[in-house]
T-cell receptor, first 115, second 112 residues
Framework: NAGVTQTPKFRVLKTGQSMTLLCAQD?????MYWYRQDPGMGLRLIHY???????AKGEVPDGYNVSRLKKQNFLLGLESAAPSQTSVYFC??????????????FGPGTRLTVT | DAKTTQPPSMDCAEGRAANLPCNHS???????VYWYRQIHSQGPQYIIH???NNETNEMASLIITEDRKSSTLILPHATLRDTAVYYC?????????????FGTGTRLTIIP
């Protein structure tokens, strides 16, 4: 089991460029999430998905789009990158949000710099 | 979800028990306490969770006070690899409430 993987690990963009971050999980999880973490801060939820073909906004969704065409993949898109989107992006997945088995599994992160 | 308060940093000697406190005075009756940790900018790692009773697993123990307004994560024999930021999170069981609210956590440093 690879768990949760993220591609790429690092990326530098110029302002206005676009890119897509890929998250893949091999645990057959229904739920997937995208977070961002700025220096010295905790993680903030950008978007999430409760199943294939569904997406929903999290805490800080502006400037991002997502798609979940396959259960195992969750894509995060930046259409026009801005310096404020410089951050570390983490993807996570879970079986469901019901307790007591609720636990999110996180990927290693993508470090994005927008100049 | 209830807010949590944690000390910004703590030190602990290697081999000793590390006790990390968390205050959650506004916790509701159906909200769980979760602990995650983040080692050096890696993705967060789940440690343990509990509702009322004390919990123990292979990584740690979780002690929740009787009034549930605070809890303590215990790493029984801390090693250098336990140096990390530890997050205490309170979350209800409601479907549709998908957010894990990460605060700034406690930066635990294990001293050799």
């Amino acid at each position: 089991n690879a768990g949760v993987t993220q591609t790429p690990k690092f990326r530098v963009l110029k302002t206005g460029q676009s890119m897509t971050l890929l998250c893949a999980q091999d645990m057959n999880h229904e739920y997937m999430y995208w977070y961002r973490q700025d220096p010295g801060m905790g993680l903030r939820l950008i978007h999430y998905s409760v199943g294939e073909g569904t997406t929903a906004k999290g805490e800080v969704p502006d400037g991002y789009n997502v798609s979940r065409l396959k259960k195992q993949n969750f894509l995060l898109g930046l259409e026009s990158a801005a310096p404020s989107q410089t951050s570390v992006y983490f993807c996570a997945s879970s079986y469901s949000t019901g307790v007591p088995s609720y636990e999110q599994y996180f990927g290693p992160g993508t470090r994005l710099t927008v100049t | 979800d209830a807010k949590t308060t944690q000390p910004p940093s703590m030190d602990c000697a290697e081999g000793r028990a590390a006790n990390l406190p968390c205050n959650h005075s506004t916790i509701s009756g159906n909200e769980y306490v979760y602990w995650y940790r983040q080692i050096h900018s890696q993705g967060p790692q789940y440690i343990i969770h509990g509702l009322k009773n004390n919990e123990t697993n292979e990584m740690a123990s979780l002690i929740i006070t009787e009034d549930r307004k605070s809890s303590t994560l215990i790493l029984p024999h801390a090693t250098l690899r336990d140096t990390a930021v530890y997050y205490c999170i309170v979350r209800g069981p409601n479907f549709g409430n998908e957010k894990l609210t990460f605060g700034t956590g406690t930066r635990l440093t294990i001293i050799p």
